[in-house]
């Protein structure tokens, strides 16, 4: 009986995790050096150059693998010579999760109690019946509708194309942004960077929001002008804002949006180192297994579209 080898593929950059290499295995690959492979796992988040002058050297490489979400530095290399694919969708859950944690930690007023030194007055307005928008309809904000839905929210999602999203009450498309705002207790910002999502959030769009509304963002520091929202922040014009995410990042020491009392700022933490092997080897297996079996595979980057 023939033998037939198992697809070869590479896990970059050289000396990387043993999880990764566990995982093309469990997908029924073959661990191999870049220049017999086939495939190409990258698990590093800050070796960008160095993957493109790896792709450049080794031109029989077919599909890449990566590990960020959010795909925007890949996207000047991304062409039809090969078949390219992201975390999106991996780490939605964890992602979702802080997004929740950092919402009722804002609306509840958790961070500004936390800052004082003595008993205070009562603050903050409850989830539970909460008009709840959600700007991005992928993976987060997919797992976030599921995570709301005991509050009994009402949900509005924004996206760029019109459809149906389970859970979601309304789903509109961005050119009804502004009125989606104007009705929320709060905004959850989910999104993808693209050249349409820069800047999406800027005086404008918080002059529309109720003045009891919280704002958080575990998409991309850049989907929000940061001067027009520390105006904001200052003005009263929005109740507060949860931010993973910031422009720039890391955020300054002595930026003012670190002592605003209506501001909580977290590190990019919405997956962390500790998540992201068990999380990131599902999709490798996956991926292996299908890239393989000559599978459309999960994660596909949409040149045209940006993420």
């Not at 080898?5 to 469990?26: L, N």
């Amino acid at each position: 009986m023939i033998r037939t080898r198992a697809v070869r593929i590479a896990v970059g950059p050289q000396g990387s995790a043993d999880w990764a290499c566990d995982a093309v295995r469990a997908g029924g690959g073959e661990v191999v050096d870049v220049s017999e492979a086939q495939g190409l796992v990258w698990t590093d988040f800050d070796t960008t150059e160095q993957l493109i002058a790896t792709l450049a050297q080794n031109p029989e490489i077919s599909w890449v693998q990566v590990p960020f979400s959010g795909v925007e530095t890949y996207m000047p290399y991304v062409d039809g010579a090969r078949t390219w694919t992201s975390a999106k969708g991996v780490f939605g859950g964890a992602v979702a999760e802080l997004a929740l944690g950092l919402l009722i930690g804002g609306m509840r007023h958790v961070a500004g109690y936390a800052r004082e030194q003595h008993w205070t007055e009562d603050h903050g307005r409850t989830l539970f019946g909460a008009r709840v928008t959600i700007l991005g309809a992928g993976g987060i904000a997919q797992s976030l509708i599921s995570m709301l839905q005991p509050f009994n929210c009402h949900i509005t999602v924004v996206r760029n194309r019109q459809g149906e999203l389970p859970g979601a009450h309304e789903v509109v498309t961005t050119s009804k942004l502004n009125t989606a705002l104007s009705q929320a207790d709060a905004v959850v910002m989910a999104l993808a960077l693209t050249p349409q999502t820069h800047g999406i959030m800027g005086k404008k769009q918080f002059e529309v929001m109720q003045s009891h509304a919280w704002l958080v963002n575990v998409g991309r520091g850049k989907q929000i002008i940061t001067d027009d929202l520390v105006w904001a922040l200052e003005a009263g014009e929005i109740g507060g804002a949860a931010l993973d995410v910031t422009d720039p990042e890391p955020l300054p020491t002595g930026h003012p949006l670190w002592s605003m009392p209506n501001c909580i700022i977290t590190p990019h933490v919405g997956n962390t180192a500790e998540m992201v092997p068990p999380l990131l080897a599902l999709r490798i297996t996956e991926n292996v297994r299908r890239f393989a079996a000559g599978e459309q595979l999960v994660g596909i980057i949409d040149q045209t579209v940006g993420y």
